[in-house]
């Protein structure tokens, strides 16, 4: 689970045997979350994850949505994922 960037406090990540539409994991402070590319909802959340961090990473992602799209498409070809800047 390569981790491409941290964004206030969350590793943002990829899994490489990860399936289904195009998403992210967000994971820090406690909690586990499923961030969806095409709207960038949260999918799945699993503790709490506070709406001015959340504000913060669906900020950081629009800003990268392309190299989001293209780690995706790493992981799921099995290749190194390259990071994504901050």
């Known amino acids: 689970m390569p981790t491409v960037a941290w964004i206030a406090g969350f590793a943002i990540l990829f899994y490489y045997d990860d399936h289904g ?7 820090g402070k ?3 979350a499923k961030i969806m590319l095409a709207d960038l ?9 506070p ?3 959340l504000r913060a990473i669906r900020n950081w992602a629009r800003a990268h949505l392309p190299e989001l799209y293209r ?6 070809a ?9």
């Open 51 to 53: 709406a001015r961090e």
């Open 71 to 76: 780690a995706w498409s790493q992981a799921r």
């Open 21 to 27: 539409e195009p998403h992210f994991h967000v994971r």
């Open 41 to 49: 909802s949260v999918a799945d959340v699993k503790g709490e994850l």
């Open 78 to 86: 099995q290749r190194p994922i390259d990071g994504i800047g901050g």
């Open 30 to 32: 406690g909690s586990v």
